[in-house]
């Protein structure tokens, strides 16, 4: 009996125990300005202010964020933009690239904007002013500055888990051979090299509102 009693009360010594809080997820965040790190245990820090879009890489270890140098619509000639890079270690922030206009579409990066870490935080992908109806996606190295042109498109993100991980989920817009058919924006799981691989099924129809979700979950793919 003393037994039972010892056991009923330790069980309500620890139902009364509160569960220990589950850590935060580091995260980065634009405040009014200024590019913010929150780490596991919610302390908040300024990396930098005047900047906008950060995004936290893979490793925890690095920001990389976008600084308007000309304000405007990305989407316009009159706007410029630089990309920096922050170390979270040291606080130290550098200019990965600076803004860099080119006289055609596929080497223009007089304007960058929202910028994604590759899969394994050694690139950064950004997208430049191109085409009338779509932008062009340049792929950074971070450790050069190096730059190269990838595809045409609107980058959605980078696929952090599944059987495609690393792969970029894209929307395009593109034209039917059917001229009685207006232009879609299907969106297309495509290789970090630029390759093309297919197009998320039924993308074609809904314009990846519902079909990228669905396909993700089929791949068991995350998009962080």
Same mark, same amino acid.
């Given at each position: 009996?003393?037994?039972?009693?010892? &056991?009923?009360?330790?069980?309500?010594?620890?139902?009364?125990?509160?569960?220990?809080?589950?850590?935060?997820?580091?995260?980065?965040?634009?405040?009014?300005?200024?590019?913010?790190?929150?780490?596991?245990?919610?302390?908040? @820090?300024?990396?930098?202010? *005047?900047?906008?879009?950060?995004?936290?890489?893979?490793?925890?270890?690095?920001?990389?964020?976008? =600084?308007?140098?000309?304000?405007?619509?990305? $989407?316009?000639?009159?706007?410029?933009?630089? %990309? #920096?890079?922050?170390? &979270?270690?040291?606080?130290?922030?550098?200019?990965? %690239?600076?803004?860099?206009?080119?006289?055609?579409?596929?080497?223009? &990066?007089?304007?960058? #904007? =929202?910028?994604?870490?590759?899969?394994?935080?050694?690139?950064?992908?950004? %997208?430049?002013?191109? #085409?009338?109806?779509?932008?062009?996606?340049?792929?950074?190295?971070?450790?050069? $500055?190096?730059?190269?042109?990838?595809?045409?498109?609107?980058?959605?993100?980078?696929?952090?888990? *599944?059987?495609?991980?690393?792969?970029?989920?894209?929307?395009?817009?593109?034209?039917?051979?059917?001229?009685?058919?207006?232009?879609?924006?299907?969106?297309?799981?495509?290789?970090?090299?630029? *390759?093309?691989?297919?197009?998320?099924? *039924?993308?074609?129809?809904?314009?990846?509102?519902?079909?990228?979700?669905? #396909?993700?979950?089929?791949?068991?793919?995350?998009? @962080?």
């Amino acid at each position: 009996m003393r037994g039972l009693l010892f &056991l009923m009360s330790l069980c309500g010594v620890l139902a009364a125990s509160p569960l220990p809080a589950k850590a935060a997820q580091p995260r980065v965040a634009e405040e009014r300005g200024a590019v913010v790190y929150y780490d596991a245990a919610a302390s908040r @820090r300024v990396l930098a202010t *005047g900047y906008i879009q950060p995004e936290l890489s893979p490793d925890g270890k690095s920001v990389v964020f976008i =600084k308007e140098e000309v304000a405007g619509d990305p $989407g316009y000639d009159t706007a410029r933009s630089s %990309l #920096w890079l922050a170390d &979270l270690a040291s606080g130290k922030v550098r200019l990965l %690239l600076a803004s860099t206009p080119g006289t055609e579409v596929t080497t223009n &990066l007089a304007a960058m #904007w =929202k910028p994604r870490f590759s899969l394994n935080g050694g690139f950064v992908y950004v %997208l430049a002013e191109a #085409w009338a109806t779509s932008f062009a996606i340049h792929q950074i190295n971070v450790s050069t $500055g190096a730059h190269r042109y990838v595809t045409d498109g609107d980058l959605q993100f980078v696929i952090r888990q *599944g059987r495609y991980a690393g792969y970029l989920m894209v929307q395009k817009h593109v034209y039917p051979k059917n001229i009685d058919r207006g232009a879609y924006n299907p969106v297309f799981v495509i290789r970090p090299d630029g *390759g093309e691989s297919f197009m998320v099924p *039924g993308s074609d129809k809904d314009d990846g509102e519902r079909s990228v979700e669905a #396909w993700l979950r089929s791949q068991r793919g995350t998009r @962080r």
